[in-house]
């Protein structure tokens, strides 16, 4: 099993930043893909970024430019700095972990709220 554990997530104005971080702990192999989703009132899931093992990166165009992703390996740890928050971003942000053998592990999720 593996835990994933956000924190971060808050209030800030339109245009302003926010950095979260996501802590894992449990049975975490080597090869894996880390990243974060976000879901919104009355929306589905969506892929906010993610991250390679590695270090290969991968953002949808809504927040590319604006986010980035990185990661800690010998911390088991995931960040996400947001910058030039837009009121769209308002959302619950997950923290995700998918293993080798395609099986995925949730965080509890952060609230992020961008007032315009």
């Known amino acids: 099993q593996v835990q994933l554990v956000e924190s971060g997530g808050g209030l800030v104005q339109a245009g302003g930043s926010l950095r979260l971080s996501c802590a894992a702990s449990g049975n975490i192999f080597r090869l894996n893909v880390m990243g974060w989703y976000r879901q919104a009132p009355g929306k589905q899931r969506e892929l906010v970024a993610t991250?390679?093992?590695?270090?290969?990166?991968n953002y949808p165009v809504s927040v590319k430019g604006r986010f980035t992703v990185s990661r800690d390996n010998a911390q088991n740890m995931v960040y996400l700095q947001m910058n030039s928050l837009k009121p769209e971003d308002t959302a619950v942000y997950y923290c995700?972990?998918?293993?080798?053998?395609?099986?995925?592990?949730w965080g509890q999720g952060t609230q992020v709220t961008v007032s315009s």
């Open positions: 995700n972990l998918k293993n080798q053998y395609v099986i995925n592990y």
């Open positions: 991250i390679t093992e590695i270090g290969d990166t």
